[in-house]
C-alpha cells in the first residue's frame, strides 16, 4: 500500500501544520491511493465518512472514475471520491 498526502509544498513547517492537523481533525487535504496499482482512489482526509477503496468505485459517495494514462503509454483508473462535507464547493 502507497499513500501520498496531498497539500503541503514540502517545507518542513508545513509538513508539521499538515502532521499536527491530521493528529487533531482539521487537515482537510486529499490523499491518493492505490492498492494494485491500476486503481488510484483520490479521497477527502478527515471526511463524514469512511469511503470504500477496495474495489472498483462503489462508495457510497459515487466516485467519478476516469481512464488515467501511465508513463509507459497504458491505462490505468483513477477514482475521484466526493466529499460528504461539501469542501468541493468551499474550495471553488
Ligand atoms: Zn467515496
Not at 469512511?50 to 497504458?74: K, Q, W
Given at each position: 500500500?502507497?499513500?501520498?498526502?496531498d497539500g503541503f509544498d514540502g517545507t518542513y513547517n508545513d509538513l508539521i501544520d499538515t502532521v499536527n492537523g491530521i493528529?487533531?481533525?482539521?487537515?482537510?487535504?486529499?490523499?491518493a491511493h492505490t492498492e494494485d496499482g491500476d486503481h488510484v482512489h483520490v479521497t477527502?482526509?478527515?471526511d463524514l465518512l469512511e469511503h470504500e477503496v477496495d474495489d472498483d468505485g462503489s462508495c457510497v459517495c459515487g466516485p467519478t472514475i476516469e481512464p488515467a494514462p501511465?508513463?509507459?503509454?497504458?491505462y490505468g483508473w483513477s477514482i475521484i471520491h466526493?466529499?460528504?462535507d461539501g469542501r468541493?464547493?468551499?474550495?471553488?
Amino acid at each position: 500500500m502507497k499513500s501520498i498526502i496531498d497539500g503541503f509544498d514540502g517545507t518542513y513547517n508545513d509538513l508539521i501544520d499538515t502532521v499536527n492537523g491530521i493528529l487533531d481533525g482539521s487537515f482537510k487535504g486529499w490523499l491518493a491511493h492505490t492498492e494494485d496499482g491500476d486503481h488510484v482512489h483520490v479521497t477527502p482526509f478527515n471526511d463524514l465518512l469512511e469511503h470504500e477503496v477496495d474495489d472498483d468505485g462503489s462508495c457510497v459517495c459515487g466516485p467519478t472514475i476516469e481512464p488515467a494514462p501511465r508513463n509507459n503509454g497504458s491505462y490505468g483508473w483513477s477514482i475521484i471520491h466526493h466529499t460528504l462535507d461539501g469542501r468541493e464547493s468551499a474550495e471553488s
